[in-house]
């Protein structure tokens, strides 16, 4: 266990250059490196479409691995307050659903998670930065208003570089900080994986927390040792 002194609370809002990038995966590895260094820990998802029905209740695969790696006890409904059957963007799954995405409700359900005051807490989006709620908001409306700094996760495959840059550039125009990026690939065939790496690491102009190679089997408790968390938490003066 790897202990870092004098630390304050951080919460960090996690994105992603597309949808199946691997935001959960880092998300859960993230709260895994912290649990690790001795942090208490919490997350939450508030809208994931794309969900199974069980005996209690729509759940989703990505509220339920966050929930799972959370210290704090936090119940399926805190982690996900939204969650939406059908696969889809956000706005188009919650009006197959009649259900109404609101930024505001958004906001105060994950303020209710960031009042447990945990060491870290990660609020994971879905998709990319700019997908939509409804006709006139976007999860970057939630981020906007929550003002946490921003993790960016590039899903390392072609086109990557347009994608990290633009999601960067939209992220720091919309008034937030870009903490930091992770490089997570998700094409193992992808050629000049390293160069393009390289290339975002000029870019970018932030640290890169996490540069993930191709593990097909591999848990999240695993990549939790690829994570530089000291980059997240810098010493108290």
Do not use: Y
């Given at each position: 266990m790897t202990l870092i002194p004098a630390i304050a609370r951080r919460s960090f809002f996690i994105t992603g250059t597309d949808t199946g990038v691997g935001k959960t995966f880092f998300s859960c590895a993230l709260l895994h490196a912290a649990a690790n260094a001795g942090f208490t820990t919490a997350a939450i998802k508030p809208v994931a479409a794309g969900a199974a029905e069980t005996s209690e209740g729509l759940r989703n695969d990505d509220a339920l691995a966050l929930q799972a790696a959370c210290t704090l006890p936090l119940s399926y409904n805190e982690v996900n307050p939204f969650c939406l059957p059908a696969p889809l963007s956000p706005?188009?799954?919650?009006?197959?659903?009649?259900?109404?995405?609101?930024?505001?409700?958004?906001?105060?359900?994950?303020?209710?998670?960031?009042?447990?005051?945990?060491?870290?807490?990660?609020?994971?989006?879905?998709?990319?930065?700019?997908?939509?709620?409804?006709?006139?908001?976007?999860?970057?409306?939630?981020?906007?208003?929550?003002?946490?700094?921003?993790?960016?996760?590039?899903?390392?495959?072609?086109?990557?570089?347009?994608?990290?840059?633009?999601?960067?550039?939209?992220?720091?125009?919309?008034?937030?900080?870009?903490?930091?990026?992770v490089a997570n690939t998700v094409d193992p065939q992808m050629q000049a994986r390293d160069g393009n790496v390289a290339k975002l690491e000029r870019e970018l102009m932030a640290p890169l927390l996490a540069d993930i190679p191709w593990l097909p089997a591999a848990d999240a408790r695993d990549a939790a040792r690829l994570v530089d968390l000291p980059a997240l938490f810098p010493p108290r003066a």
């Open positions: 706005h188009l799954a919650a009006a197959e659903a009649g259900r109404r995405l609101q930024a505001d409700r958004i906001v105060g359900f994950c303020q209710g998670v960031l009042m447990q005051r945990a060491t870290l807490t990660v609020v994971e989006g879905a998709g990319g930065w700019r997908v939509p709620i409804s006709d006139n908001e976007t999860l970057a409306d939630v981020a906007k208003r929550l003002r946490l700094p921003v993790i960016l996760v590039v899903g390392m495959r072609l086109g990557c570089l347009n994608h990290a840059m633009l999601s960067a550039e939209a992220i720091r125009r919309d008034g937030l900080t870009l903490a930091g990026w």
